[in-house]
């Protein structure tokens, strides 16, 4: 941000613009809801008993003849987490072709975490479910990685 532009934002606003522009906040914030979606879920009363209808509600766009009528749930886990990791397949791309990761010898090291990190949690919960239904859902602990990756 220019010299210009920083000295027109309100004493008040600073704090805020500051963190928004650190490396730092997207994690920040991540946490933060993480935390608070699971104490949310965990909860046998209040605001929790509304979730249900909430994410069953429906969202409707239609334009020119087109039309689309999907819940919330849909619109987040098909439209919100494609943009997701689209955005994710273009930083990395960008990394590996310009940036940190441009050789071998300096993308080793993410590679490994990165392969680290699904295959580490899948066998956890494959040796925590050996022998239980739920025991094919191993892909998803294995697929939370790259958002907390952050």
Request: hydrophobic share 50%; net charge neutral.
């Amino acid at each position: 941000m220019s010299n210009s532009v920083k000295k027109r934002i309100h004493p008040l606003v600073k704090p805020f613009s500051d963190f928004i522009q650190s490396e730092t906040s997207g994690g920040i914030i991540l946490l933060i809801v993480s935390a608070l979606s699971l104490i949310l879920a965990n909860m046998d009363q209040g605001i929790a008993r509304y979730f249900p209808a909430i994410w069953e509600s429906h969202f409707h766009i239609s334009f020119n003849g087109f039309e689309m009528n999907k819940s919330l749930t849909h619109w987040i886990n098909d439209g919100l987490m494609a943009l997701f990791f689209l955005v994710v397949g273009l930083e990395i791309k960008r990394e590996i072709l310009e940036g940190e990761l441009s050789s071998i010898k300096k993308a080793a090291l993410p590679m490994i975490s990165a392969l680290g990190g699904m295959v580490v949690p899948a066998i956890l919960f494959a040796l925590i479910n050996w022998n239980a239904p739920t025991r094919s859902g191993w892909g998803i602990p294995m697929a939370t990685d790259i958002a907390f990756a952050l």
